[in-house]
T-cell receptor, first 113, second 111 residues
Framework: DSGVTQTPKHLITATGQRVTLRCSPR?????VYWYQQSLDQGLQFLIQ???????AKGNILERFSAQQFPDLHSELNLSSLELGDSALYFC????????????FGPGTRLTVT | SQQGEEDPQALSIQEGENATMNCSYK?????LQWYRQNSGRGLVHLIL?????REKHSGRLRVTLDTSKKSSSLLITASRAADTASYFC???????????FGSGTQLTVLP
C-alpha cells in the first residue's frame, strides 16, 4: 500500500459526459501528479500540482483539467468524453516539487462507451 | 511521448534464473528510476539511480547506468514467481518535474 488513495476504482460512462477523479496523496507529500495509461499511448504524464499550484503540464487535453485543494487532495476533471479517453488514470505523489521517487495510487479505470 | 525504449518487450524465465531488462533514452537526465506494475495495478517504485552513479544495488535488484550510451539495465537475481509483472524505466531530466516512462518489459517467471 503506497498510501495514495484514488476514487473511484472503476468508472463507466457514455461519450460526451463529464467525470471527476479524486486523489489523496501520502501524508506529508505536497506534490501530486496525474498520469494516463492506455494500450496505444503507454504511460503519459498529464499534469503536476505542488502545494496547490500547477507546476508542470504534459500531454493533457484541453477537455481535461485538474486542481489541488488546500487539504492537498487533487481532482482530475475529464469532460466531453470520447471513446479514446478510456484508460487507467493514476495519481502519484512525492515529497517535493522536484522529481524524486513517486508513489502511485491504485488507479481509476475509466471506460467510455 | 515516451522517452525510453525497453528491451525486450516480453521476457519469460524459470524461477531461480536471473532476468535482465534494458532501457534506452534520448535526452540527458538527472536520474533514472525503475518501477514495477502488477497487472492493472499501480506502479511501485523499485530503485533510483542518479546521473553521476554507474551502479546501484537493492536486495535482489542491480541497476546500471551508462550515460554515454544513454542506457540502463535492471537485473533481478534469483527470480521468483512473485516477480511476474511489467517493469518500466522512467527518466527525469532538466527542470522537468514529471517522469517520462518507457514502454515497459513484461516479465513472466514460471514456477
Amino acid at each position: 500500500d503506497s498510501g495514495v488513495t484514488q476514487t473511484p476504482k472503476h468508472l463507466i460512462t457514455a461519450t460526451g459526459q463529464r467525470v471527476t477523479l479524486r486523489c489523496s496523496p501520502r501524508s506529508g507529500d505536497l506534490s501530486v501528479y496525474w498520469y494516463q495509461q492506455s494500450l496505444d499511448q503507454g504511460l503519459q504524464f498529464l499534469i503536476q500540482y505542488y502545494n496547490g499550484e500547477e507546476r508542470a503540464k504534459g500531454n493533457i487535453l484541453e477537455r481535461f483539467s485538474a486542481q489541488q485543494f488546500p487539504d492537498l487532495h487533487s481532482e482530475l476533471n475529464l469532460s466531453s468524453l470520447e471513446l479514446g479517453d478510456s484508460a487507467l488514470y493514476f495519481c502519484a505523489s512525492s515529497v517535493a516539487a522536484a522529481t524524486y521517487e513517486q508513489y502511485f495510487g491504485p488507479g481509476t479505470r475509466l471506460t467510455v462507451t | 511521448s515516451q522517452q525510453g525504449e525497453e528491451d525486450p518487450q516480453a521476457l519469460s524465465i524459470q524461477e531461480g534464473e536471473n532476468a535482465t531488462m534494458n532501457c534506452s533514452y534520448k535526452t540527458s537526465i538527472n536520474n533514472l528510476q525503475w518501477y514495477r506494475q502488477n497487472s492493472g495495478r499501480g506502479l511501485v517504485h523499485l530503485i533510483l539511480i542518479r546521473s553521476n552513479e554507474r551502479e546501484k544495488h537493492s536486495g535482489r535488484l542491480r541497476v546500471t547506468l551508462d550515460t554515454s550510451k544513454k542506457s540502463s539495465s535492471l537485473l533481478i537475481t534469483a527470480s521468483r514467481a512473485a516477480d511476474t509483472a511489467s517493469y518500466f524505466c522512467a527518466t527525469a531530466s532538466g527542470s522537468a518535474r514529471q517522469l517520462t516512462f518507457g514502454s515497459g518489459t513484461q516479465l513472466t517467471v514460471l514456477p
